[in-house]
C-alpha cells in the first residue's frame, strides 16, 4: 500500500519535541546488514553451530523480530527494497547483475535522514549502481559511502582498492590475484567506527551493509574467530563461513561498545538484519539444508522451504533485531508481519522526516516502543527473475518461475509450504493473484553516463582492473575475443 507520511511525521515530530514518547527528539541510526546470514543460524535465532555472543545479547536487551522479511531473495533488489521503501514491484533494481543503478529520483533512507540534518554514512557493499551511474550512493543522500559499488567486485576481500564517494582508494599489498595483505572488511569496519566518533555529537545515520559472510569465504587465519572453528571436524568452507559469522558479530560488539564508550547508548537505535535468505551452504547427505541449517531449526526441526533465490519462504525469512537501550524494552519478542519496505517509513517517523515520496511499507515505531496501535499490511508482495510472491495474512501464494503454475499455502498450518491449496481454494488464489498484477509496474532502471570505471571495477575482484580486454561476471572473467561472434 502506498500512502504519504508526511501528517504521521509532523504529529510525531511534535510528540518528540515535547517528550511524549521518551525518546531522543532525533536519534542516531545504526543499520547493519550481513550477507547472506541465514535465519536460523545466529544463536538468538536457535542456532548452535555458529557463535554470536554479541548479537544474542543485543537481542537479549532489545526486540527480536520474528516475521521479518527481506525484499527480495538476493542481494541487489533487497537493498533497493530497503533504501527506497518500496517493494520489488515498484523499485528500479529487480537483477543481481551487480552495476543496475537507481533512478535519479528514487529517494532514500540516507537522503530522507539528510534532510533532517543528519550526518549520513555507508560502508560496505552498495549494489544499487556503480561507478558513472545514476545510482551511486553519493547521489542518494550519503555524505560518504566506503566499499564496493559493484557486487562482483565485492565477491573479494582482498581487492586491489574499494571505492570512496566514487574514488578509488587502494589496499596495500593487494593485487587481486595472489598478493593478499589488506583484508577489506576490517578497513571498511574501521571507517564505519571513525564516522560514528566523528559525528557522535550530531545526529547521525550509519548504514553498514557489510559484506562477511558471502563472497569468497575468505578470513586471516590470525582473526581470532578462526581459532574457534580450524580444529573443528567440519569442511574448511564451512570452518569459514562459521568464522566470519562470528567476527561479524564482534565487530557489532565493538560498535554497540563504542555507543557506550562515547555515552550514546541511549541516544541510538542499532538495528542488525540479513539482506535476504539464507542459502543451503555446504549441504550433504547429512546436512541437506546446508551444513548450518540457515532454514531449519536442528532444535524443533521448524523448517521453511526454499532458499536464497527463490520466493518460498526460505528464500526471504532473515534475523532483525532491534536495540535501544531505556526506549526499547528488553526482552521482547514480535512475531508482526514485515519486511524490508517498512524500515524507511520506522527510520523517518523516528526522525521527525516528512516522506512526501510514496512507499509501500509501514512505519514500525508501534512496535519498537511499545505503544501506540500498530498499523499492519494489508498485502506484501516480491517478485524475482519471473518468480512472484503474495502473502495476505496466513495466505500466501507463490508463482515459481515465468512457466511455473500458481501454488496456494496456508502458512499457519503449513509453514513449510508443502501442501499445496490452490485447486481447493481458487476463490482465494485469484484475489492474490489479482493483487500480485496490481502490485507490479514495469521497471524503470537508472543509467550509466559510462560503464567504463563500473566495468573497471568488477574486473578488480580477479586483478585484470587494467585490461579492458576482459569481462568480469560473477564466475570468472572472459577475455572479449573468446566470446561467441554474433550472427548477424
Request: net charge neutral; proline share 7%.
Amino acid at each position: 500500500m502506498r500512502y504519504c507520511l508526511s501528517v504521521v511525521a509532523v504529529l510525531w515530530a511534535i510528540l518528540f519535541a515535547v517528550g511524549g514518547v521518551g525518546a531522543a527528539s532525533k536519534p542516531n541510526i545504526i543499520l547493519v546488514v550481513a550477507d547472506d546470514l541465514g535465519y536460523f543460524e545466529p544463536g538468538f535465532m536457535g542456532g548452535t553451530t555458529i557463535q554470536t555472543p554479541n548479537l544474542d545479547r543485543l537481542a537479549g536487551q532489545g526486540l527480536v523480530f520474528s516475521n521479518m522479511f527481506a525484499g527480495a531473495p538476493v542481494c541487489a533488489p533487497s537493498r533497493a527494497c530497503l533504501l527506497t521503501g518500496k517493494h520489488a514491484g515498484h523499485t528500479s533494481v529487480r537483477v543481481n547483475g551487480g552495476a543496475t543503478p537507481l533512478r535519479p529520483d528514487e529517494r532514500t533512507i540516507a537522503a530522507v535522514l539528510k534532510s533532517q540534518g543528519y550526518a549520513t554514512g555507508g560502508f560496505g557493499k552498495w549494489g544499487c549502481g556503480g561507478r558513472g551511474s545514476t545510482g551511486v550512493p553519493e547521489k542518494h543522500g550519503f555524505d560518504v559511502f566506503f566499499g564496493y559499488y559493484d557486487q562482483v567486485h565485492a565477491h573479494s576481500y582482498y581487492p586491489p582498492y574499494l571505492i570512496r564517494n566514487s574514488a578509488e582508494v587502494p589496499l596495500p599489498g593487494n593485487d587481486g590475484k595472489a598478493r593478499r595483505q589488506t583484508y577489506s572488511h576490517y578497513v571498511i569496519h574501521r571507517a564505519a567506527l571513525e564516522f560514528i566518533e566523528a559525528n557522535s555529537r550530531q545526529p547521525f545515520f550509519a548504514y553498514l551493509p557489510y559484506t562477511p559472510p558471502h563472497g569468497d569465504f575468505q578470513i586471516p587465519d590470525t582473526d581470532p574467530a578462526w581459532a574457534l572453528y580450524k580444529h573443528k571436524p567440519w569442511p574448511e568452507e564451512a570452518k569459514r563461513y562459521a568464522a566470519m559469522c562470528t567476527m561479524l558479530d564482534r565487530h557489532v560488539g565493538e560498535i554497540a561498545g563504542l555507543l557506550k564508550k562515547l555515552d550514546i547508548e541511549k541516544d541510538t537505535l542499532l538495528l542488525f538484519a540479513s539482506d535476504n535468505g539464507g542459502a543451503d551452504y555446504f549441504a550433504s547427505p547429512q546436512h541437506p539444508r546446508g551444513f548450518h541449517s540457515a532454514n531449519k531449526h536442528l532444535g524443533t526441526g521448524r523448517e521453511y522451504r526454499g532458499k536464497k533465490g527463490d520466493l518460498y519462504e526460505g528464500g526471504l525469512r532473515i534475523p532483525f533485531l532491534a536495540y535501544w537501550p531505556g526506549t526499547i524494552a528488553p526482552g521482547r519478542q514480535t512475531d508482526l508481519l514485515c519486511y524490508f519496505p517498512d524500515v524507511l517509513p520506522t527510520l523517518a517517523e523516528l526522525a521527525g522526516a516528512e516522506v512526501s515520496a510514496p512507499t509501500d511499507g509501514i512505519s514500525l515505531v508501534p512496535t519498537l516502543l511499545g505503544k501506540g496501535e500498530q498499523k499492519r499490511h494489508d498485502m506484501l508482495y516480491w517478485e524475482f527473475n519471473g518468480w512472484v510472491a503474495v502473502r495476505e495474512g496466513n495466505w500466501r501464494a507463490v508463482k515459481p518461475g515465468k512457466k511455473g503454475e500458481w501454488e496456494l499455502y496456508d502458512v499457519a498450518a503449513d509453514p513449510g509450504e508443502r501442501t499445496n491449496l490452490a485447486a481447493r481454494r481458487p476463490e482465494i488464489l485469484a484475489r492474490l493473484q489479482a493483487a500480485a498484477q496490481h502490485a507490479h509496474e514495469p521497471a524503470r532502471e537508472g543509467t550509466f553516463t559510462s560503464t567504463e570505471r563500473s566495468e573497471r571495477d568488477r574486473r578488480a575482484k580477479y586483478g585484470v582492473h587494467d585490461d579492458p580486454s576482459y569481462i568480469a561476471t560473477p564466475s570468472g572473467v572472459i577475455k572479449k575475443s573468446d566470446l561467441p561472434k554474433s550472427s548477424n
